[in-house]
């Protein structure tokens, strides 16, 4: 088992209290600590204090990738850790994005993405969380355009057959047309903050005054995720999160397309050919009875696991996998017969598919990283 020193990411929709508290660091930090990384990404790999001295979690994989990821792994994910592990912790709404599927991103035009990987992810909610999580269904959002009486965007609605047609004709109108579409949108909702959806969109919008982001925000569905509850983020849905803190894991690749509530390039036609806009994303409750809950998942690259505290050991999921062990809340110990682990708040460790049986037990609840469904 290795103990591991993840990257925090400064971006300035970062937190500059949420993190710090959670690891008992001094805060205010002098820069935004928006994600904490805790894997082998190319961009930014966690050290490693390595028998041999500081390394880098890339590296110690590549100097024996079997013995780090098992043969299963490392035939189906070409010698890569295939799952990241981050908190993050925005204060300010993130762009609105949708990620490849593997397929999507094998079949783009060259130079489209930075690799060939997919990205779905997972939320676990530490605090309340705050997200647009996928597209309302096309009945809910003509509702909502006739309730707010948005003459461009009911025109719009009309006009359209179906979801992925109106998020065409969002993106794709002229400069002209999109800034007033967003001022009718904006002053709409800023007219009806006693409804929670319109509120959200009203207070992100003044993040990123003129974004067409906000007409796109009205198509989407709002949630506050509660502390413990899981989301599933598909490739393809359309998400973008707005505050709290939560525990994410995702497929190790940074492939992104983004709808709004950004000054970056948006590349709408592969938006258009990538984005999911038939399902529903909702949050999972976790049986509370059990201390082991293990996320369900439908893709291959991640599992998320929590164990609730106790003092009682309990075997850390994911034998003959990789898996990488976060501890929040309070200490907790790995025991892997031969020697022992001590974890402390927001501190983590890489355990090998080589290691074998695992066991933890503590204060403090750890959440698990592991492969999904390979052998």
Known sequence: MYRLDPVIRNYAWGSHTALAELAGRPGPTADPEAE??????????????????????????????????????????????????????????????????REDALTAPSGTYVDNWPKPEGWLAITPFEAFVGTLAFDEIASIATELECRRFEKLVQDAPDVRHLLRSVLKADRADQRELTDEVVAACSARTDVPHFEAVDRVAAQFPGDVGAAVLLMMRHQIVPPGHYVFVPAGVLHAGVSGVTVEILANSDNVVR?????????????????????????????????????PVDVPYFQLHQVLPGDEPIEVPGRH????????????????????????????????????????????TAYIATTGLVG
Do not use: Y
Request: one cysteine or more.
């Open 36 to 101: 904490l990384w805790m894997g082998a990404h190319e961009e930014a790999p966690c050290g490693v204090r390595g028998e041999d001295g500081p390394t880098t979690l890339d590296r110690l994989i590549a100097s024996d990738p079997v013995g780090m990821l098992g043969e299963t792994t490392v035939g189906q994910f070409q010698r890569r850790l295939p799952f990241l592990l981050k908190l993050l912790a925005p204060v300010q709404a993130l762009s609105i994005q949708a990620h490849p599927s």
């Open 321 to 364: 996998k990789p898996r990488i062990v976060l501890g929040l809340g309070g200490p907790i110990t790995l025991d892997d017969g031969d020697r022992q682990v001590h974890l402390g708040p927001a501190q983590s460790c890489f355990v090998p598919a080589s290691t074998g049986r695992v066991t933890l037990h503590g204060r403090g």
């Open 259 to 295: 709808a709004g509530l950004t000054p970056k390039t948006i590349n709408i036609d592969e938006l258009l050919r990538i984005v999911d806009t038939e399902r529903a994303v909702l949050p999972e409750v976790p049986d509370t009875d059990r201390r082991l809950h293990s996320f």
